[in-house]
């Protein structure tokens, strides 16, 4: 079995879903609240949120937002060969993005049969307001935010029967589960943003194996398919 954990924003989709849902305040000409780093990002959002509602902006409209986001290059076609072999690959999102944001995407690109497992902020709506929770809080990793640690997500979702991570990620808070992976796994970092910079610079046990295009990933997945199905036989 092979264990495929997916960043969400600049990854399976190709832009940051909390970044593209200010879109429906600046439609009405609103200014968001600024980011202050000392109470972090999902605190940031729940105040973003908290002005959508007092400006009017209801469900309909942040579905419309979302849904103007595109999947990441070549992600089709990997997700296609995903789900010729879905028997053999367990399928993770682990995303510091909101439930909703998620759920959202995966039936509109028409990807929820295939994932296994989400892991991220918890969010619903209650009336007009998307509430917004963190997925933990995380006391013991000094490289992961506040409100998650992924080589955590990561550890849970690997079974024994898991033979090979392959870890797809492009942000700095993907670095800690990397860092984390064997000589049999492989790390994918979208080129030219944080993780692949900062792997560049480091000294580390995995794989690594950068794209642009996702297509570049189908041929790591069909090698260790080809591993797992000869097991199999």
């Known amino acids: 079995m092979i264990l495929l954990v997916f960043d969400f924003d600049h990854t399976i989709v190709d832009g940051n879903t909390d970044v593209k849902i ?3 305040l600046k439609n009405r000409n609103v200014t968001p609240c600024k980011y202050d780093p000392l109470t972090g990002w999902t605190e940031h959002m729940k105040k973003i949120f ?14 419309s937002v979302l849904k103007e986001l595109k999947m990441t290059d070549g992600m089709k076609v990997l997700f296609q060969t995903i789900r010729e072999s879905k028997s053999f690959v367990k399928v993770v999102v682990a995303s510091d993005s909101n439930s909703w944001f998620i759920d959202v995407l995966l039936h509109h690109f028409q990807l929820q049969d295939l994932i296994d497992e989400v892991h991220t902020n918890p969010a619903h709506w209650n009336g007009n307001l998307l509430d917004l929770r963190r997925y933990t809080t995380n006391e013991t990793c000094p490289i992961c935010p506040i ?13 024994d029967n898991v033979t090979c991570i392959i870890y797809v ?5 993907d670095l800690c589960p990397v860092l984390k992976l064997d000589e049999n796994d492989i790390a994918c970092p979208r080129e030219g943003y944080s993780l692949s910079k900062k792997i560049e610079k480091l000294d580390i046990d995995c794989s690594v194996v950068s794209w642009t295009c996702a297509t570049k990933i189908v041929g790591c997945l069909k090698e260790r398919l080809k591993e797992c199905t000869s097991h199999s036989a």
């Not at 908290?50 to 579905?63: F, H, I, P, R, W």
């Not at 409100?147 to 079974?159: F, G, H, L, Q, Y």
């Open 50 to 63: 908290a002005e959508c509602k007092t400006n009017g902006v209801v469900q309909s409209d942040m579905l």
């Open 169 to 173: 990620g492009d942000g700095t808070n």
């Open 147 to 159: 409100n998650m640690c992924k080589s955590e997500i990561v550890s849970n979702a690997r079974s």
């Open 22 to 24: 200010l879109d429906v």
